[in-house]
């Protein structure tokens, strides 16, 4: 409120000056009072100011345009709204792009001997996970590595997202960055079976894996050649098993909560679809493929058994496999092979 006029007491007081702003205030003397504006109380003023122009500035539109004017103006502020929330499949396909940058980032940081050299030009395979809903307020600490060690069902002699503490390069061992878990594990050695693993694991709910397939780094086979339909779909059913063992033990366990899982497969142009490393697998042998990358996406509820996971692998699978000429691994191959992963033979 704004004085227009003196109030001038009988005494000859101006009890009211003309121009003066009255505001209810603390300032003044410390309890809810009108008085005259302060340069403190200046800043309240301007926020009240400024929420009845938006209130003013809904009724103008609404006195000056018609319906149809109104509906223009939707139309045209809906086409400027935000993009929607990533779907979980966005989510995942996005945390592959992260995980190979940081991919790179780590091995520059590390450096490469040329003796490793071989393992970073060999064909790999990727996976991103990611648990929805996200957590919140969840730190990399001990307690969630203790975890994560402590459910991994360790289907093999390598298994995926493993404990690095106890080995003995210390270069291999988890370090906290950027609010996750890292690992990149860089293994030559005589008599033992070469190794590339790189991993992020988040708590929020993303962990990301990058590692070789013994494709290129097998004595068994020449590099470059083939690609092992067994050992792709070994390595897709022990990611998912993992995924639903963390899921429980990191507690995603409410009803609606699901895991979604990207797959990437790379260096895949000029190779054969073909068995050769499992005696107790029956000989398959594919086509040629002509692209050099696979991108393939599943998710599933944090409840489902792992018995029931054979179809969840070959959808994971079916676009890679069907690059070499249009093959498709028989469902019940996939399925003996889901249940020897889960028996770890």
């Not at 994971?316 to 028989?330: C, I, N, S, W």
Request: proline share 6%.
């Amino acid at each position: 409120m704004a004085a227009k006029a003196d109030l001038i007491a009988p005494d000859g007081r101006k009890l009211i000056r003309h121009g003066d702003v009255y505001f209810r205030t603390l300032i003044a003397n410390g309890t809810p009072s009108t008085a005259v504006a302060k340069p403190e109380d200046w800043p309240e003023i301007m926020r009240i100011c400024f929420n009845n122009h938006e209130t003013d500035l809904g009724a103008f539109l609404r006195r000056h345009l018609d319906t149809a004017d109104l509906s223009s103006l939707a139309s045209m502020l809906r086409g400027v709204a935000p993009p929607p929330n990533p779907t979980l499949k966005d989510r995942a396909k996005s945390l592959l792009k992260d995980g190979e940058n940081r991919f790179r980032l780590a091995s520059k940081e590390r450096g490469i001997k040329s003796n490793e050299r071989h393992l970073f030009d060999a064909e790999s395979w990727s996976v991103a996970l990611i648990f929805d809903p996200a957590k919140s307020n969840v730190f990399p600490d001990q307690l969630f590595l203790n975890r994560i060690a402590s459910s991994n069902p360790n289907y093999t002699g390598w298994p995926i997202w493993m404990d690095t503490r106890s080995i003995m390069d210390e270069r291999a061992h988890p370090k906290v960055k950027d609010g996750s878990w890292e690992v990149l594990i860089v293994s030559v050695q005589p008599g033992w079976s070469d190794h590339l693993d790189f991993f992020r694991l988040d708590p929020k709910g993303e962990f990301y894996l990058k590692r070789n397939l013994q494709d290129d780094v097998s004595d068994k086979v020449p590099t470059r050649r083939f690609l092992e339909p067994f050992i792709v779909i070994r390595r897709v059913t022990e990611a998912v098993a993992a995924g639903l063992a963390f899921a429980n033990a990191l507690g995603w366990k409410s009803p609606d909560a699901r895991i979604g899982f990207a797959f990437q497969w790379n260096k895949l142009a000029g190779r054969r679809l073909e068995s050769w490393a499992d005696p107790y697998c029956p000989f398959v042998g594919g086509g040629t493929a002509h692209d050099d990358e696979a991108v393939t996406f599943v998710d599933v509820t944090v409840d489902m058994a792992p018995s029931a996971l054979a179809p969840v692998v070959d959808r994971a699978t079916r676009g890679l496999f069907a690059l070499f000429d249009g093959y498709r691994v028989k469902t019940q191959l996939i399925g003996d092979t889901v249940r020897r992963v889960l028996e770890r033979r």
